[in-house]
């Protein structure tokens, strides 16, 4: 079993930034790998960003340039630093660890964490 903590959502203008972290309760570097989603009322789950454990990235389009995904293996963390905030990024951000056991692939979530951009 994997759980996951995300912190660090809450209330930012337009333009400002956040910075959301996920704590791990097992070696993060037995995941396979880490990711932010977010769902907005009325939409579907989207991807946001996600990094490997061979530290592969890759983000969505509507984040490129903006959000940054992280990982502190000390600390069993993952974060994602988010600039240049639009109310559009308005949404539950959700961690997600994809963890492969002998028996098949398994997909964990955090709770999520509100974040809403707004002046």
């Known amino acids: 079993q994997v759980q996951l903590v995300e912190s660090g959502g809450g209330l930012v203008e337009p333009g400002g930034s956040l910075r959301l972290s996920c704590a791990v309760s097992?070696?993060?570097?037995?995941?396979?790998?880490m990711g932010w989603f977010r769902q907005a009322p009325g939409k579907q789950r989207e991807l946001v960003a996600t990094?490997?454990?061979?530290?592969?990235?890759n983000y969505a389009d509507f984040v490129k340039g903006r959000f940054t995904i992280s990982r502190d293996n000390a600390k069993n963390t993952v974060s994602l630093q988010m600039e240049s905030l639009q109310p559009e990024d308005t949404a539950v951000y959700y961690c997600?660890?994809?963890?492969?056991?002998?028996?098949?692939?398994?997909?964990?979530w955090g709770q999520g964490t509100q974040v809403t951009v707004s002046s």
């Open positions: 997600h660890a994809l963890k492969r056991y002998v028996g098949g692939w398994y997909n964990y």
């Open positions: 097992t070696s993060i570097l037995s995941i396979n790998r």
């Open positions: 990094m490997t454990s061979e530290d592969i990235t």
